[in-house]
């Protein structure tokens, strides 16, 4: 993409729980990346508590805007649009970090640039690093494979900004999936890691979970294995022995990986995609990232692990593509909520 012009963006990401501030040139060089978590607050209730990270997206949205500045030696001046997260997600919290945006591109005279929370998740396989060599940018058309707390999708991208979505899942997310079956194994909060962790001290053959694959079709269904993790606990409860924690991790996190990474390699195939690229919140899973890794077929892009989870440097990679191809927002943009969005 050399023909396209550079830019400097600030990216401002607050869709649920994260308040993320970055600065990015040409939509893939890191200058600086902020986010400050509001992880330990809803630890508290066992999921996003959303009251409470609206307020305290209200809270930390200046001084994490002020800190990306900062460490990328910049001031508002030297940007040349802000990109930001309009949806999906929290309305209340999206609509902390929309204003910020539009107050700042308004007192700075610079062009405003909504911004797909999932179409962020994607380009966050564009980021690298300021001053390291930029690794190869991944080649169209291209299977992604979106994997989050909210969503779990496989899109064909034909080029950017421009998507195919073959199949969704039809009930729980992939994230949803692991939160939810971590909260039944007594797990901590966010489920994802604390499964991975319980999973490496377990069998992963021990149970056959149920692998939906839905042949015929690209979807996903993942609220068949979570019932079969509750069945196979009240086993144990029920003969009064312990909750194999570790096995039960194991073989969920198997039987899920083994469902995305068969499904994105048989769409790869069938679709002629180049290459695949994986991201969203799921993607720093090690057993997803050790499956995808060990294949040769194809080159697969799998953002850093800081980068799966939500980051406003994704945001700003994403932005910078909608600006250099003239896809700016009007000042009045609202947030939206729920996908998909116009
Ligand atoms: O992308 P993300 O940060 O937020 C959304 O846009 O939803 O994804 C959060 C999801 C949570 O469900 C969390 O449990 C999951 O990603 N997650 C993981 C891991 N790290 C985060 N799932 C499996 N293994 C992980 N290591
Ligand atoms: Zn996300």
Redesign the pocket.
Known sequence: MTDLPPARLLAIETS?DETAAAVIEDGRALVSSVVASQMELHAHYGGVYPEVASRQHVLSIVPVVEQALAQAHITLADVDAIAVTRGPGLAGSLVVGVNAAKGLALGAGIPLVGVN?LEG?IYSAWVYDAGEVPPPEPQFPLLALLV???HTELNLMTDHLTYKRLGSTLDDAA??A??KVARLLGLSY????S??KAAEEGDPTRFKFPRARLEGTWDFSFSGIKTAVLYEGRNFEKAGKHLPVADMAASFQAAVVDVLFGKTLAAAREFGAKEILVA???S???ALRQAFKSQTEFPVHIPRIALC??NAAMIGAAGYFRYALGHVSEMDMDVQPTWPLS
């Open positions: 649920c929370h998740h989050s707390g909210g994230g949803e692991f939160d966010p489920g994802g890691p499964i991975q969203g919140g799921v720093a899973n090690r989870t939500d």
